[in-house]
T-cell receptor
Framework: EAAVTQSPRNKVAVTGGKVTLSCNQTNNHNNMYWYRQDTGHGLRLIHYSYGAGSTEKGDIPDGYKASRPSQENFSLILELATPSQTSVYFC????????????FGKGTRLTVV | GDSVTQMQGQVTLSEDDFLFINCTYSTTWYPTLFWYVQYPGEGPQLLLKVTTANNKGISRGFEATYDKRTTSFHLQKASVQESDSAVYYCVLGHNAGAKLTFGGGTRLTVRP
């Protein structure tokens, strides 16, 4: 069974602070993704990666950075958190191109106050 | 760029009712189309997948057919159960890159 683990599961951050969301996958998948989920918008792609050392901008990358130090780990970094970044964030992994299944973690609920 | 539209934000049915969720998409690539389902407290998970080669997918009583002419990919089920209550996402992918594009989601509530 594919396994994607996100940490923390819940986070409260202060405006202007730095936030790091972590994701680990044990599937040995090349591709990893970060999405945010907001009511009325579905899931929107922030950053993705094709493998260790690679990061690509998704559809809404502004205010976010990503880091892929290894095949297993993919982090999402908010250098200066803002209340508009309050959301639920999902990490996912997939074996190859966008015509194959991706596997999601359980999500991280981030509240920026 | 790619886009996916789900016009129905919410659908409320009674058990044994027929389900139909509308999805249309736009892309310049050969599409692979998915329906993902998300239960409370969980991440989305694959329900079914359809490619241009097979045109139709069936899983857990759900069926989706891809129509190239109308660029549509509707989800249907003959008889819903309360356990089908969830959010359903229409998703577009292709083999020209890793990106997946999600529709806005349809929240299905099935009353017992």
């Amino acid at each position: 069974e594919a396994a994607v683990t996100q940490s923390p599961r819940n986070k409260v951050a202060v405006t202007g602070g730095k936030v790091t969301l972590s994701c680990n996958q044990t599937n040995n998948h090349n591709n990893m993704y970060w999405y945010r989920q907001d009511t009325g918008h579905g899931l929107r792609l922030i950053h993705y990666s094709y493998g260790a050392g690679s990061t690509e901008k998704g559809d809404i990358p502004d205010g976010y950075k990503a880091s892929r130090p290894s095949q297993e780990n993919f982090s999402l970094i908010l250098e200066l958190a803002t209340p508009s970044q309050t959301s639920v964030y999902f990490c996912a992994s997939g074996e190859r191109e966008g015509d194959t299944e991706v596997f999601f973690g359980k999500g991280t609920r981030l509240t920026v106050v | 760029g790619d886009s996916v539209t789900q016009m129905q934000g919410q659908v409320t049915l009674s058990e044994d009712d027929f389900l139909f969720i509308n999805c249309t998409y736009s892309t310049t690539w050969y599409p692979t189309l998915f329906w993902y389902v998300q239960y409370p407290g969980e991440g989305p998970q694959l329900l079914l997948k359809v490619t241009t080669a097979n045109n139709k997918g069936i899983s857990r009583g759900f069926e989706a057919t891809y129509d190239k002419r109308t660029t549509s990919f509707h989800l249907q089920k003959a008889s819903v159960q309360e356990s089908d209550s969830a959010v359903y996402y229409c998703v577009l992918g292709h083999n020209a890159g890793a990106k997946l594009t999600f529709g806005g989601g349809t929240r299905l509530t099935v009353r017992p």
